[in-house]
């Protein structure tokens, strides 16, 4: 069982616990005081949990963020006065620089009800980097594409529903131009290149997208339309094999360069299990991938037999990183996603990589998913990303931001829109939970869709990390 599972896992035997004691006082109220005063106390009760208690945070936001940076930032001094965030000395700072800055944040007693934020005002640019309710501790504000406003002393950070006090050494990190390299992103399942990567992948000047799985379970919508299970995975399958083909033209990709490795969703641990034994899907009731490749530009290995073998896989990447030779590889991150499947997509890759004679001078991970807060990036669209939680690593978090203007922002949500697994409906249940908490917590939808991933997705930033 993975972390993220035991967290959920602990996550609801606690409100189990909670409803039952709940239910128990209730009945007590109803006994000794009147019978309709427990009925006003569970509605009441069931509103404030849909708007104030619904989110999947498994730490404190008393805890303190716990990054180990490494030794390669440049720590530049500020200091923020009357609300400007001020450099103690003139410092030139690259336009395309990261720059993350560590801030406490403690929450006003309004800030238990609405997010806490902390606005960004830089000449014309304006941004709000969102954090947990109730915050009271270590957090780090990214400060990237706001450089120049930094550098003439018009940088204003105010916070909404918190108080801020700010560490008094900015970290900075120069970077090559990766959109000037041979990008290869690789996307367990089809969107994961889009919602991770697009703002990069659509300005390279060569990009490549490899997408292992056809991602064909949880097909609930398709059996909606009065599909048989197996229709329906098979169709979902062939669907987002399309849209791993498809999509990335809208950003100028080649077909060429496009490729679906069709493996089966979730089935990725199994089959690195046993290298050799093939695993079949678990809804389509297949044990053949080239179902899911027929639309590749050329064959590979693993067409030969269409085995679903991790041998296959392997023998598949590495034949493409050869072909495609990628200066920079996007993967996810090994230790912040925890998806099954990414973590073995980042596995797969550096296995096919070993003793391989290319390798990419560049390998940059990100995280689609968290262990402890499914809400990150909190906030709205269009909006910063600020740091993800992360409490103590073991290993340096190297972070690379790329900025994204207006008119980016507006394509990554359109390529987004083009995928059919983020356009069905959201369940009843959860649509009901946002009106409240657009009612009751201040939270904003997003305008590009209902799916959470444009609000977390659309954003000024890509956050990405050097592994």
């Known amino acids: 069982m993975s972390r993220k599972q035991q967290l959920l896992k602990r996550h609801r035997r606690t409100k189990r616990i909670a409803l039952l004691v709940g239910l128990l006082l209730l009945l007590l109220v109803g006994v000794l005081v009147a019978w309709w005063l427990p ?7 069931w509103l404030a949990h849909e708007a104030w208690f619904a989110d999947h945070l498994f730490y404190s936001p008393k805890d303190d963020y716990g990054y180990d940076f490494g030794n390669e930032a ?173 999509v990335p033209r809208w950003a100028g990709v080649p077909e060429a360069h496009c490729v679906q490795l069709g493996y089966f969703c979730l089935q990725l641990p199994a089959m690195q299990a046993a290298a050799h034994q093939p695993v079949a899907s678990r809804e389509a009731h297949m044990s053949d991938t080239r179902l899911f490749r027929q639309l590749n530009p050329f064959l590979l290995p693993g067409d030969q037999d269409g085995q679903p073998t991790w041998n296959n896989l392997l023998a598949d990447l590495r034949e493409l990183l050869l072909k495609a030779r990628p200066e920079v590889i996007v993967l996810p991150h090994p230790t912040l996603d925890p998806h099954p499947d990414h973590i073995c997509a980042h596995v797969a890759v550096m296995q096919a990589l070993e003793g391989l004679e290319w390798q990419p001078s560049t390998v940059l991970g990100y995280a689609n998913h968290l262990h402890d807060n499914d809400r990150w990036p909190m906030g709205d669209s269009g909006a910063g990303i600020a740091l993800p939680p992360v409490f103590g690593s073991s290993t340096p978090l190297r972070p ?68």
């Not at 009925?39 to 009760?45: D, E, N, Q, S, T």
């Not at 994204?404 to 356009?423: I, S």
């Open 74 to 246: 440049r720590q530049v001094a500020v200091r923020l006065e009357a609300g400007r965030l001020l450099l103690e000395s003139p410092q030139e700072l690259a336009g395309d620089a990261t720059l993350i800055l560590g801030v406490q944040v403690k929450s006003s007693w309004l800030g238990r009800f609405f997010d806490p934020a902390i606005e960004v005002q830089g000449g014309p640019l304006a941004d709000r980097q969102t954090f947990e309710r109730g915050v009271n501790g270590l957090r780090y504000l990214n400060l990237s594409g706001l450089s120049a406003s930094l550098a003439r002393g018009e940088l204003q950070l105010r916070g909404r529903f918190c108080r801020i006090q700010i560490q008094s050494q900015l970290n900075v990190w120069r970077d090559p131009d990766y959109r000037r390299q041979r990008v290869m992103v690789i996307a367990p399942h089809a969107d994961d290149a889009e919602l991770a990567a697009f703002g990069l992948y659509s300005q390279a000047d060569e990009a490549w997208i490899v997408t292992l799985t056809a991602g064909e379970i949880e097909a609930e919508h398709y059996q909606a339309m009065g599909m048989s299970p197996v229709e329906a995975a098979r169709i979902k399958g062939r669907l987002r094999a399309w849209d791993s083909i498809a």
């Open 39 to 45: 009925v006003l106390l569970a509605i009441l009760g």
């Open 400 to 467: 690379w931001c790329l900025s994204l203007t207006q008119a980016e922002q507006f394509d990554k949500a359109m390529a987004l829109g083009m995928m059919h697994d983020l356009q069905p409906p959201a369940p009843f249940k959860r649509r009901v939970r946002r009106c409240l908490q657009r009612l009751l917590a201040g939270r904003s939808r997003s305008p590009y869709g209902e799916n959470e991933f444009f609000r977390k997705a659309v954003r000024r930033h890509e956050l990405f990390w050097r592994l």
